[in-house]
């Protein structure tokens, strides 16, 4: 499924490498309208559309404090994967099959992403609401049985994805889109990054501020490349399409008040407050 090298120095090197030689994108409202943008230290340069359909600097620029940022993602479909970490498979929610021999894939509508510093709302008839600290990885273009030594081509960058799970709703319902795609229930953001190494990137999530979660993406049973290579088999993945990549551990309730952060090597730190729904 992925290759991983045995020679610590060599990867120490290449994360420095590739973070070095990473770029930063952001989604971000300004006077009401929203655009995409290239962040350089603090500064945004307006783009005419998304990097990945092959935006221009349009010579406008912003601050970044002096703007909404929104989430960095703008996808048709978003795909999830299910126990994707072997120390998160304790949580089964009366699932049985061995999940280690195909990924647990599912889909949640885009309607349920809210960007960084908006507020996760938990429904009336909530009560067993938990995080989930995840990566999100970004298509760069249109995929379709693409093999699995091609699959990194496709992708563009990663952000960084809570995905809020509605857990008695996700035991008790026939599916899982209600439970998992509720509207505000995934938080994406706050940046979207190029030229990471994206299958050796440290995740910690926070509830509070305490650590709660934590994890290296190199422990994903399925990590993005394969899930490109596989997803692509039965569907077809347009550039903006997301694929989260499956939480680690124990996760935990929220209830309404708590704050939850997730920060990802290289990419920043995601923060969401939730709040009680009427």
């Known amino acids: 499924m992925r290759i991983k090298s045995t020679v610590a120095c060599v990867v120490t090197a290449l994360l420095i490498s590739n973070t070095a030689m990473a770029e930063r994108y952001v989604r971000y409202e300004e006077n009401g309208n929203v655009s995409w943008g290239e962040l350089i230290d603090g500064t945004i340069h307006r783009l005419s559309n998304a990097p990945y359909l092959g935006g221009n600097r349009t010579g406008q ?3 970044e404090e002096s703007v909404k940022l929104k989430a960095p993602v703008d996808p048709k479909l978003s795909f999830m994967t299910a126990f994707n970490y072997s120390d998160h498979k304790t949580e089964t929610f009366g699932i049985t099959k061995d999940t280690t021999k195909q990924p647990g894939l599912f889909t949640v509508p885009a309607s349920s992403i809210i960007g960084p510093d908006e507020n996760m709302i938990r429904p009336v008839g909530s009560s067993n609401f938990h995080y989930e600290a995840e990566m999100v990885a970004v298509v760069g273009k249109r995929a379709e049985n693409v093999s699995l030594e091609d699959a990194s081509d496709y992708i563009f960058g990663v952000s960084i994805g809570n995905d809020g799970s509605e857990r008695d709703w996700q035991s008790d319902d026939i599916q899982w889109t209600r439970a998992k795609g509720s509207k505000s229930f995934n938080p994406v953001g706050p940046h979207l990054v190029t030229g990471l190494d994206y299958t050796n990137l440290d995740i ?33 993945l347009e550039p903006g399409d997301i694929i989260w990549s499956g939480t680690m551990g124990d996760t935990g309730p929220m209830a309404p008040g708590d704050t939850y952060e997730i920060t990802v090597q290289g990419i920043g730190t995601l923060k969401n407050v939730l709040v009680q729904g009427k």
């Not at 993406?217 to 088999?233: A, E, L, P």
């Open 204 to 236: 910690e999530g926070r509830h509070n501020g305490v650590k709660s979660q934590g994890a290296n993406s190199s422990g994903m049973i399925f990590d993005f490349n394969y899930m490109v290579h596989y997803i692509s088999q039965f569907f077809t």
């Open 61 to 63: 620029t912003s601050s």
